[in-house]
């Protein structure tokens, strides 16, 4: 009896668990130290290189030529004979302002966990957002005025027949270890992303419309096989890959292989970079530091950039409320409750905009369901429907006036969009005659549409489930709808369905949204050939009329000749009403009031996750949070 | 004994095979097919660039084969014995390395990411178990003791009132009142560590600056609440069960014969009574295991944690076919020995069992 486990045994047992527990963390703590160390290693190695390379030029009397060198001459920053760093004068702008400063941390949060950062393998927008700030693209856009702007290209030539697009590489650009960028680089990153041992199905699909892209001295030169007019913010804005970093992964296909699997090899020339660009794992959380060997005429500001993971919605609100994170992107009833409580409002500043890109959601009937056509395939039906559709209500009691109704797809801060079309108003009348013209009408007196052959009206309404946004829209529908006597389902469905039931249209009607860009393709969405098994145009609509208006937008060039196409295409779809197009959120942030240089721009704001874009955001020094 | 152990060892292989080909039944049976979901991530995509992703896809792992062939190869890749190609492309039969595959969504091997994701769920285990353990035991037994009495009565309408209570709702209440500058701001909302806590020593330090609290304080710091969150609700079916047993055993002739011969209260309750009660906690701490390797993916997503709670759930939801069969195989094996283990444990324990 005496040698049984008794509780000093067992106490014993948890001291020697807690010792093994503790020599484990120790072990991973050591892991850290040991990777903290080879990164020390590696940067003291790269300024020995730089120090080797500033000596051997100052021996050989040559002034270093990297970079931007007007800046300490000219006053204003800018010059006639620097016309090509354009890119850079808001940046430079900003940092005119008398309280500016650089350091401090910029604290972003993402709802969800990154898989990998690797560019070309990586698929949601999350990864984008972080590679913007590490991967330079040739060109960018004017926030403001929306023109293409140079950034790694100092300048470039379409050729006439819009095949062919030089971009002149600027002199001294560099990667973040220092090597130089060079055309060679751009050429590279079209052939590595064309090979097929690499994982990027998504994106070689969409840069196949490149044929070929070639190293000329100092030019890199896209051709194309026929005139499309996205080639040139195709070609201006593929991520710029190094080759000293992403060339060994050709070598063999065990190599493509560990590319492929890769979490974290995420390195260029922009003005942040990963700490560890080879070995980036998603438990290591996603911190940017400040490349110092930025090779632009405005430095980036911000120390670090951070993003943290925060998945649960109650934690994250705490977080801003507590100041751990910059950033919080409300929905309308967290904005309107926010935006007056008085403790929120002492620590950030909130904006309200659209932003350019952004998107709309629409309703979409489906013309042809197993090879008959149904009730949606009349015109006249589809306007009635949208006559039906009273977009203000839904913009002001769902969205709480965060929304403005959308008529067509195309953004009304872009040039697309046709002004001299009206959003249809609410208009019962109008839409009972234009449905009895379609041959609905009440015959046997129970409130609800018949057809000539006495089938009565009614329709499902598919929606993604789990949005309270959509639930609502469709709610408040089905009782627009059933006053002209047309009876709506709600068909809340779950992602996999929902894709099933767009691939083998196989529904009544479908509420989505599209997300957007600053010029779109109509072509990928209502052109008569998308509607094959996989297409786009899964509402089976076909007019010979928006067909060829977009077969010749798409083949023009000209900017000023191209925009009258897109109008007539949108007066088609006006017409047509394929869709009944129903919503723009506005978007709802709020930031932290350290930060300073928020503005309002055409494009929505001038934040730094927008596109490639030098920051011009900044936080006074008496304000900063954070210090390395 | 040692042929029990091999007979059941060996019954282990069709149970497992089994349970992977329900799996498998299942997600291939589920509507939207395997790799739907894939396309959704990506959220707006180009027709051409769908085809792409599908074919890509469909060519790599074989989606457009028939399902039996589907699941025979996956068998055939996490076997230890079966054919393998070589590069001249034969088929050779032998024994070669297990390969669990890869994720389809996360693009990554699959033992990466149990590899990942299991030592925090188990951190968070290690911590979580002695304390529902030792806390139900004690009370268990002292609610024996003090049958009928006001102990006895406010423990039991605790747990019970705890045991109530929705892991989800207590968390979102403890962020809301312990990690807000609002309220009380004594642990932090989320995560594992500081954002600095990678520059910082193991053990706590003195620095000029004044005491930084370094990794490993940080850690136990940043696991208070969820550690709470998975505690609370644990007590009240252990207390139960240990109060029940106690019960039992107290009233045994053996008991009343030792307090007969003059052993003290004491010696009778803890020395005899409580270890032969110990029994049923034995059944219930096996039966726990497989659940505390997946992990609570209530509690991981609350504090956005990344444990294997949220691995299984996403990968059900995602339809990652690789991700859910290798986890499945994984806990279902780990289940089967820890009920072997149980068994041996129950003939250990038990002069009354016994396998000869």
């Known amino acids: ?628 | 004994m040692i042929q029990y152990i091999i007979r059941r060892l060996l019954l282990m292989l069709p149970t497992l095979a089994g349970i992977t080909l329900l799996v498998f039944s299942v997600m291939a049976m589920a509507p939207g097919g395997i790799g739907a979901n894939l396309m959704t991530r990506g959220g707006d995509m180009r027709p051409e660039e769908r085809a792409a992703m599908v074919a890509y896809l469909n060519q790599r792992y074989g989606l457009d084969q028939p399902m039996s062939v589907q699941y025979l190869r996956w068998l055939n890749n996490v076997l230890p014995i079966g054919y393998t190609s070589t590069p001249s492309g034969e088929r050779e039969f032998g024994f070669k390395q297990p390969d669990l595959g890869m994720s389809f969504v996360k693009n990554r091997p699959v033992l990466d990411l149990v590899a990942d994701a299991l030592p925090i769920t188990l951190l968070l285990n290690a911590l979580t178990v002695p304390f529902v353990f030792i806390g139900s035991i004690m009370m268990g037994v002292y609610t024996a003791r003090f049958r009928g009495q006001a102990l006895d009565v406010g423990i039991g309408t605790a747990n019970l009132a705890l045991w109530s209570i929705p892991t989800i709702w207590m968390g979102v209440m403890l962020i809301g009142f312990f990690a807000s500058e609002q309220y009380l701001k004594w642990f932090p909302t989320s995560g594992l560590e500081s954002m600095r806590a990678d520059s910082w020593t193991f053990l706590p330090t003195h620095t000029p600056d004044g005491w930084q609290h370094g990794y490993l304080l940080d850690l136990l710091w940043h696991m208070v609440l969820p550690v709470i969150c998975l505690t609370y609700s644990g007590f009240a079916f252990l207390t139960k069960l240990t109060r029940s047993a106690v019960l039992e055993n107290l009233s045994a002739d053996y008991a009343r014969t030792a307090r007969a011969k003059g052993a003290s209260a004491q010696v009778v309750l803890w020395r005899h009574v409580f270890r032969n009660s110990l029994l049923p906690l034995i059944t219930v701490a096996a039966s726990i295991l497989p659940g505390l390797l997946v992990g609570s993916v209530i509690v991981e997503s609350i504090f956005s944690i990344d444990g294997m709670g949220k691995l299984v759930v996403e990968a059900v939801q995602m339809r990652d076919r690789e991700l859910v069969l290798s986890i499945t195989l994984i806990t279902g094996m780990l289940t089967l020995f820890s009920y072997l283990l149980m068994d041996i444990c129950y003939a250990l324990a038990d002069p009354r069992v016994s396998y000869e």
Request: glycine share 6%; hydrophobic share 40%; net charge negative.
């Open chain 1, 1 to 628: 009896m005496g040698n049984r486990f008794g509780v000093k045994d067992l106490l014993l047992y948890l001291f020697l668990t807690a010792i093994l527990a503790s020599i484990w963390l120790a072990m991973v703590q050591i892991d850290r130290q040991w990777e903290f160390i080879s990164l020390t290693e590696e940067q003291l190695e790269e300024q020995t290189k730089d120090i080797a390379e500033i000596r051997r030029r100052l021996q050989r009397g040559m002034i270093p030529s990297a970079g931007y060198q007007n800046r300490d001459d000219n006053e204003s920053g800018l010059n006639a004979n620097t016309k090509s760093w354009r890119g850079f004068e808001r940046a430079l702008q900003a940092q005119q302002q008398p309280d500016y400063a650089q350091g401090d941390w910029l604290v972003d949060y993402f709802p969800d966990n990154l898989l990998t950062l690797t560019p070309s393998i990586s698929s949601d927008t999350y990864a984008a957002a972080v590679q913007q700030r590490v991967l330079d693209t040739l060109i960018t856009r004017d926030p403001e005025t929306l023109e293409w702007l140079p950034l790694v290209a100092e300048s470039w030539q379409i050729s006439d027949d819009g095949l062919t697009i030089r971009f002149k590489i600027r002199d001294g650009v560099t990667f973040a270890d220092g090597e130089p960028l060079t055309a060679e680089d751009v050429a590279f990153t079209h052939r590595f992303v064309m090979d097929e041992r690499i994982a990027a199905p998504r994106w070689r699909a969409s840069l196949a419309r490149i044929t070929e892209v070639t190293a000329e001295g100092n030019e890199a030169v896209f051709r194309y096989e026929e005139p499309y007019f996205g080639t040139f913010e195709l070609a201006g804005t593929l991520p710029i890959l190094a080759e000293h970093f992403y060339g060994r992964y050709l070598e063999s296909v065990e190599a493509a292989e560990e590319f492929n699997r890769s979490t974290g090899l995420l390195f260029g020339s922009g003005p942040y970079r990963l700490e560890n660009p080879s070995a980036w794992t998603p438990d290591q959380g996603i911190v940017l530091v400040r490349n110092d060997r930025y090779w632009g005429a405005a430095q980036p500001p911000f120390e670090r950039i951070v993003y943290k993971v925060i998945q649960n919605d109650a934690a994250l609100l705490t977080e801003f409320r507590n100041g751990d994170i910059d950033f919080y992107r409300a929905r309308p009833l967290d904005y309107r409750e926010l935006k007056d409580d008085a403790e929120v409002a002492k620590r950030a500043q909130s904006f309200q905009y659209y932003d350019a890109r952004g998107g709309y959601a629409y309703i979409a009937w489906n013309q042809l369901n197993d090879g008959t056509p149904t009730r949606f395939a009349d015109k006249r039906v589809r306007q009635a429907l949208t006559y039906l559709t009273d977009r203000d209500r839904i913009t002001n009691e769902v969205m709480l006036g965060y929304a403005t109704p959308a008529n067509g797809p195309f953004n009304p801060l872009g040039k697309q969009l046709n002004p001299d079309l009206p959003t249809r108003q609410f208009d019962l009348d109008k839409a009972r005659s234009l449905l009895a013209e379609a041959g609905y009408e009440d015959r046997d007196g129970d409130g609800i549409l018949e057809s000539a052959e006495g089938e009565p009206f009614r329709f499902k309404l598919s929606y993604p489930s789990g949005s309270d946004d959509y639930k609502r829209i469709v709610l408040l529908l089905k009782d627009l709808y059933v006053q002209a006597g047309i009876i709506l389902e709600p068909d809340p469905l779950d992602w996999p369905l929902m894709l099933k039931a767009l691939e083998s249209k196989t529904y009544d009607a479908i509420s989505l949204a599209w997300s957007s860009g600053f010029e779109i393709d109509l072509f990928q969405f209502f052109h008569s050939s998308q509607m094959a098994t996989g297409g786009d145009n899964f509402i089976n609509y076909a007019s010979p009329e928006l067909d060829a208006l977009i077969d010749q937008a798409r083949a023009e060039m000209d900017e000023s000749k191209r925009m009258p196409l897109w109008h007539q295409a949108h007066e088609v779809l006006w017409e047509d009403q394929p869709y009944t197009f129903l919503m723009r959120r506005s978007r709802l942030d709020f930031v932290d009031r350290r930060i300073q240089n928020i503005q309002r721009v055409a494009a929505g704001l001038n934040s730094p996750g927008l596109w490639q874009m030098p920051t011009e955001w900044y936080v006074p020094a008496p304000m900063q949070k954070y210090q390395d």
